[in-house]
Each structure stands twice: as C-alpha cells, then as structure tokens.
C-alpha cells in the first residue's frame, strides 16, 4: 500500500496537477495585485503629466506637488476640433494622444492647456510622433505672440540610450526656448532638429549618432502644430485688434 501511494504522488497526473494549481494561484494573485495597484499607477500617471505641462513653463515641480501648482497656473483647459473651434463635450485632460492620432486628423480632437506664470499667458500643446524605435511624445509651450517657443518637454518609449534617449536631457529641451514656429512671411515652418550647428530661428543642435529620433522631433512638431493653426490664427487676430 505504500508503495502505491508514493507511486500515485508521483505520477505525471499529479505533477500536471499540482502545475495547474499553482498557476491559478499565481496568476489569481498578480491579477489582484495589478487590480489593487491600478488607482495609484493612475494617480502617478496623472500627476507626471501636470508635471511636465508645467516644466514647459518653467515651473520645477515634484510629482507630489504637480496638482495643486497645476491647478493654480493652468488656467483653462480645452479640446479643439479641426475647424479651430471649441468641443465643450470633450475633457481635454482625458484624450489620449496614443489613440487620437491614429485617428484620420478631421476626426481627431486637439487638447490645448492655458497657463499664466508670473503675469505672461502661453499655449501648450501636447506632442506624439515616431523616434528610432518607438514612440516619442513631450509638450511645448508657447508665449502669447503664439510664435515664440517658452519651453519643451520630450519623453520616449525606447530609444537608444546615449542617443536618441538623450532628448530627455535638459540641453536639448532648453535648446528650443526662444525658437519661432513661423517664418518672416507668417507660415508654419516649426523646429527642426539639424546637424552641424543650428543657424536660425527655426533650429536647434542635433544630437551626434540619432539622426532619426532628431527627424522623428522635427516631424512631430510641424505636425501637431499644424493642426492647431485655425485656433492659433483666430488667437494672433484678436491679439492684433486688442
């Protein structure tokens, strides 16, 4: 009877057995876990994207303070639809830019953020394009001549470290504050990330060995800032008749 007993406790049936129980014990407790972590990872989600709102207007924050500092300088907050016009239905805050761009761009809405910092009034636009590898996405401020870049603010979902991860870095976001997005006849021309040195106000250094991520930068700020055009146009006119 022994024998048979330690038999059966070793057999495949019982090791498969014993597999599948501790699989769904394992698998029942990361699933509770992820569950019981969502709200805080939402949290901490949230409260690094005030952060970096902020950052383009040179407001230092923690992200433990990025709430309330983005509560007092942030001061309308708002979802264009392509025609330059306001959709009340929609939180600006909520849009996910990942999925709206995969949207077709009559289709899309575009968030805005209002801030006043020490008496000056900017427009900050939120970003997303393709670096090397992945994703690249950040914010850019604009002074109230909607012309003059305030600050910038990049992140990446994996790019090459040293190269293309380097436009995190703070000499590269600080290179674009004072750049114009028009040119002296009035269009759109944006900030490209060139080599050799940058020579105009449309320019900015690029960095050594990551020239896709640099084009990658370039491209997604003339295409963001392009769709917000009809706004900023209607915005540069009433400036004008003030």
């Given at each position: ?65 990025a709430e ?147 084009d990658g ?26």
């Amino acid at each position: 009877m022994e024998e048979k007993s330690v038999n059966k406790t070793n057999s495949n049936g019982y090791t498969f057995l014993f597999a599948i129980i501790m699989v769904l014990v394992v698998a029942s407790v990361l699933a509770f876990t992820a569950t019981s972590l969502q709200p805080t990872q939402y949290e901490n989600v949230r409260q690094e994207k005030m952060q970096s709102i902020l950052n383009t207007i040179g407001v230092e924050t923690d992200r433990a303070g990025a709430e309330e500092l983005y509560n007092q300088y942030i001061t309308e907050t708002v979802a264009l639809q392509p025609d330059g016009s306001i959709d009340e239905g929609v939180d600006a805050f909520a849009v996910d830019l990942a999925k709206e761009i995969k949207k077709d761009g009559s289709e899309q809405v575009f968030p805005l953020y209002i801030a006043n910092y020490e008496g000056e009034k900017y427009y900050i636009i939120p970003l997303r394009g393709n670096g090397l590898w992945n994703a690249i996405f950040g914010y850019i401020s604009l002074q109230d001549d909607i012309n003059t870049i305030k600050g910038a603010t990049f992140d990446h979902l994996g790019e090459t470290p040293g190269l293309g991860a380097q436009i995190t870095k703070a000499w590269f976001r600080e290179s674009f504050a004072g750049k114009k997005i028009y040119n002296e006849a009035g269009m759109l021309e944006g900030v490209s990330v060139v080599k050799g040195g940058a020579s105009t106000d449309h320019e900015v250094d690029a960095i050594s060995g990551a020239t896709i991520t640099g084009d990658g930068v370039s491209d997604m700020i003339s295409e963001r800032l392009e769709h917000y055009l009809p706004f900023f146009e209607e915005q540069r006119d009433i400036n004008i008749t003030e």
